[in-house]
């Protein structure tokens, strides 16, 4: 069975999703980045959302973290819920 394992930064804009993604790719951390700047509980875990299979999560997610590189931080990524950074750190085909 499929499942995969993410982390993510969930803010209001995508102006701070962009700032923030700019920061990553300039070297600073995705976790220390979560804990600073997510709106979701996870942050404080540094956005690891743990493993979960498809349809878990919202379909924006799915999409992401079922086809994304393994790694690669993406996003801005646009749900219900604002703006997120998504890095998928496992999957299972």
């Given at each position: 069975?499929?499942?995969?394992?993410?982390?993510?930064?969930?803010?209001?804009?995508?102006?701070?999703?962009?700032?923030?993604?700019?920061?990553?790719n300039?070297?600073?951390?995705?976790s220390?980045?979560?804990?600073?700047?997510?709106?979701?509980?996870?942050?404080?875990?540094?956005?690891?959302?743990?493993?979960?299979?498809?349809?878990?999560?919202?379909?924006?997610?799915?999409?992401?973290?079922?086809?994304?590189?393994?790694?690669?931080?993406?996003?801005?990524?646009?749900?219900?819920?604002?703006?997120?950074?998504?890095?998928?750190?496992?999957?299972?085909?």
């Amino acid at each position: 069975m499929k499942e995969a394992s993410a982390r993510h930064i969930l803010v209001e804009t995508e102006e701070k999703c962009t700032e923030l993604m700019d920061e990553i790719n300039n070297g600073s951390d995705f976790s220390e980045l979560a804990k600073t700047h997510s709106q979701c509980p996870s942050g404080q875990q540094g956005g690891d959302l743990g493993t979960f299979a498809p349809g878990a999560m919202v379909p924006e997610f799915d999409k992401v973290v079922f086809s994304a590189d393994i790694g690669v931080v993406q996003g801005p990524i646009k749900t219900d819920f604002g703006y997120h950074l998504l890095e998928v750190t496992s999957r299972t085909e």
